[in-house]
C-alpha cells in the first residue's frame, strides 16, 4: 500500500527572461539630436535676422561666413565629444570651445544680432566642459555680445542695452552653473548602465542558450543510456547465452531459439526507440498503452532475459500522468531493472507502481548480491537516475547491502 510520505520540497527556480527593450546608445543619440534641431533652428533664424537688419552686405558676408563656419565645426569636434564621453577638460573640448568663441566674435562683431545665437551655443559649453569650466566659453561670448551691441549703438540706451544683455546672461550663467552639464552627465552614465545592461542580458541569454543545449544533450544522453545502451547490453547477452548453450548442449536448440527471439524483438524495440529519440516523441512503451503496461513488459521482459522471477503490481486508482512524469518513471525502471541485469544476480525481482493523491511511487525491489551505496563510484546509472527524478521535483532513495539485496524508491509529483 501507498504510505502518505510528503514529498520533499521542491526547490523554485527562476527562467522567465528579464523584459523589456531598453536602448541605452538609441536613447542618447535620440537626446543629442533634439538638441541638435533647436540648434538648426536657432542658426536658421539668426542668419535670416542677419540678413535683414545688417545693413552692410559686407558685414552680413562676415557673419553669414562665420556662422555658417559653425555647422561643420560642430559636426567634426564638437558632436563627437559630446557622444564620446561625460564633460570633461580635454584638448578637443578646449579646443572646440575655443574655436565656436572665435567664430561667435567674428559674426557678432559683425553683426550684432548675430547675439541670440548664444542661445544655441552657450547650451554646448556645459555639454563639452565640466561645471563652471563651462562657464568661462559662455562669459566670453557673452562680452563679446555686450561689446558688439555696444559698439554698433552709440547711444545711451544701446550702451544700457548692451550692459543689460552681458549682466542679465553672465547671471544666468552663474545662477544655472554646471546644471546642464550635470544633467548631461547624468544621461550619458544612465546610457551606459543601460547598455552594460543590454550587454548584460545578452549575456544571459547566451548563458541561458547554452544551458538548454546542455540539458538537452544530457535529456539524450540519459534517454540513450536506458534504452539503446541498455537495450544492446540485453542483445548481446541473449546472443551469448545462445551461444553457449548451443556448444554445451547442440540439441537445445528450442533454448537458443528461444534467447535468439528474445534478443530480436529487444532489436525491434531499441529500433522503435531510435526513431522515437530522433522524432523527439513520447517513448515508444508508452505510445503502445499505459504507464503500467509499459512497466510490466519491461519486467517481464527482463525475468525473461535473465530466466528469473519478475513480477510487477500496480497499487491505487490507475490513471494517466502528464508524459514527462511517465518517461521519469518508466526510464527509471528501465535503469534499475538493467542494473539488476549486470549487478544484482538474484533470483527473482519485483517492480511495484503505486498512485496517490498527489504523487506517485515506483519501487523495485530485488534479493540479489546487493552493495553499499557509500562504495558507489558514481557511475552513469544512479546519476542519471537522480537527476532525471530530481529534474521532476522528485526524490530517490536506495536501500542496499551487501548479500541482502537491493530496492530502488522513486517518489515524483502526479
Not at 542618447?28 to 542677419?50: C, K, N, P, Q, T
Not at 552639464?181 to 542580458?201: C, K
Not at 534467447?259 to 503502445?288: I, M, S
Amino acid at each position: 500500500m501507498c504510505e502518505d510520505v510528503p514529498l520533499a520540497e521542491q526547490p523554485r527556480r527562476l527562467t522567465e527572461p528579464v523584459s523589456g527593450n531598453v536602448t541605452g546608445t538609441d536613447e542618447a543619440s535620440a537626446s543629442i539630436s533634439r538638441w541638435e534641431y533647436l540648434y538648426g533652428v536657432v542658426f536658421v533664424a539668426v542668419l535670416v535676422l542677419v540678413a535683414l537688419t545688417t545693413g552692410s552686405v559686407e558685414r552680413v558676408c562676415i557673419a553669414g561666413s562665420a556662422i555658417a563656419a559653425m555647422a561643420p565645426w560642430y559636426f567634426l569636434v564638437g558632436r563627437h565629444q559630446i557622444l564620446s564621453a561625460e564633460p570633461t577638460v580635454t584638448a578637443r573640448s578646449v579646443t572646440y570651445t575655443a574655436g565656436i568663441v572665435v567664430l561667435f566674435g567674428v559674426a557678432v562683431l559683425a553683426a550684432p544680432n548675430t547675439w541670440f545665437l548664444a542661445v544655441a551655443l552657450l547650451p554646448q559649453c556645459s555639454q563639452v566642459l565640466p561645471d563652471w569650466s563651462a562657464l568661462i566659453p559662455a562669459l566670453a561670448m557673452s562680452a563679446l555680445g555686450g561689446i558688439s551691441v555696444g559698439y554698433w549703438n552709440h547711444s545711451v540706451g544701446g550702451l544700457a542695452e548692451a550692459v543689460t544683455l552681458f549682466v542679465a546672461i553672465s547671471a544666468f550663467c552663474v545662477a544655472s552653473g554646471g546644471d546642464i552639464g550635470r544633467i548631461i552627465s547624468r544621461s550619458l552614465r544612465r546610457a551606459e548602465l543601460i547598455a552594460q545592461l543590454e550587454a548584460t542580458r545578452a549575456e544571459l541569454a547566451e548563458v541561458s542558450r547554452e544551458a538548454g543545449a546542455l540539458a538537452e544533450r544530457q535529456r539524450l544522453a540519459g534517454d540513450i543510456h536506458d534504452t539503446l545502451a541498455q537495450g544492446f547490453s540485453s542483445i548481446l547477452m541473449l546472443i551469448q547465452a545462445a551461444d553457449a548453450d548451443l556448444e554445451r548442449h547442440p540439441d537445445m536448440t528450442a533454448t537458443a531459439r528461444a534467447q535468439l527471439e528474445l534478443a530480436a524483438q529487444t532489436a525491434r524495440d531499441n529500433l522503435a526507440e531510435a526513431r522515437t529519440l530522433v522524432g523527439a516523441l513520447t517513448p515508444a512503451a508508452l505510445q503502445a498503452g499505459t504507464l503500467e503496461d509499459a512497466l510490466r513488459r519491461i519486467t517481464e521482459r527482463a525475468g525473461a532475459e535473465l530466466g528469473i522471477t519478475a513480477s510487477f503490481t500496480s497499487d491505487g486508482t490507475g490513471r494517466r500522468l502528464p508524459a514527462a512524469t511517465e518517461v521519469v518513471l518508466l526510464r527509471t525502471g528501465q535503469e534499475a531493472l538493467a542494473n539488476v541485469r549486470k549487478h544484482a544476480a538474484a533470483r527473482s525481482v519485483a517492480v511495484e507502481l503505486c498512485f496517490a493523491a498527489d504523487r506517485v511511487r515506483l519501487e523495485v525491489s530485488d534479493d540479489g548480491a546487493g552493495f553499499d551505496p557509500a562504495l558507489v563510484n558514481g557511475g552513469y546509472g544512479l546519476s542519471g537516475m537522480r537527476a532525471r527524478v530530481d529534474e521532476a521535483g522528485g526524490t530517490v532513495e536506495v536501500h542496499s547491502a551487501p548479500a541482502q539485496g537491493t530496492s530502488v524508491l522513486v517518489e515524483v509529483p502526479a
